[in-house]
């Protein structure tokens, strides 16, 4: 069964005369282990759309099923807890705590879902640090990283609650070539070797094609 699946998602953004139709009409499926690619031009609806799949805005119309639950609909505290079970984001900026340890990021998403004790938590946490290569810096501040550094442990927490789907927006976009290409290769290897998904919005088309199926979007619609 398809992690999500998306029927005609329609949506609209400003008001009166510069009301701009973001959305067309755009349906997909989203397979377990899997990588996926959103790319197109500037102004062509791919972070409108990720940020509809994520469940961080409602469409105007269409339908969105997400693990077998209707998405679309929900309200604001039904669309928090889904998010919060079955999906994690990265995005270009890392948005860490910087008073708070890589571990302590890390712990965050699982804090807020509330089904470890302090110690699994602690362990779970250090486990998907040592997966991205930190091991050896679980207790430095955020700010006391590199911006590859703090982008890895971005992807650990996204990881945390061992969620369906990935959802990255310009993950690598803030990061020189070198770290790029690491941080990009390293989700990748992470989300194919678990089994889940990633859905991933970049500018990048080398990224893009080393995804296992792009979503090529022209004027709020998926044409490939």
């Not at 890895?152 to 803030?174: K, Q, S, Y």
């Not at 070797?193 to 990633?198: C, K, N, P, V, W």
Request: a negative charge; hydrophobic letters at 45%; aromatic letters at 4%.
């Amino acid at each position: 069964m398809p992690v999500l699946t998306a029927h005609s998602l329609t949506r609209s953004l400003g008001t009166g005369e510069n009301r701009v139709q973001a959305l067309r009409g755009v349906s997909l499926a989203i397979e377990p282990g899997r990588t996926y690619a959103i790319a197109g031009h500037s102004g062509s609806g791919k972070s409108t759309l990720l940020y509809l799949l994520g469940l961080l805005d409602q469409p105007d119309s269409g339908r969105l099923v997400i693990k077998g639950h209707e998405a679309h609909s929900l309200d604001d505290a039904a669309r928090t807890a889904l998010r919060n079970e079955h999906m994690g984001f990265v995005f270009q900026f890392h948005f860490l705590l910087k008073e708070f340890t890589a571990l302590e990021n890390v712990m965050l998403p699982m804090r807020k879902l509330g089904r470890l004790d302090p110690d699994a938590m602690s362990e779970k946490a250090a486990a998907l640090l040592a997966a991205v290569g930190l091991a050896d810096k679980s207790a430095r501040l955020g700010n006391q990283l590199s911006g590859g550094e703090q982008q890895r442990v971005a992807i650990a927490r996204a990881l945390a609650n061992d969620p369906a789907l990935i959802l990255a927006d310009e993950p690598t976009g803030n990061l020189d070539h070198t770290n790029a290409d690491r941080v990009f290769a390293l989700l990748s290897d992470l989300v194919h070797a678990r089994g889940q998904s990633l859905l991933m919005v970049s500018h990048n088309p080398d990224l893009a094609t080393r995804c296992d199926h792009v979503f090529q979007m022209q004027d709020g619609q998926i044409i490939t």
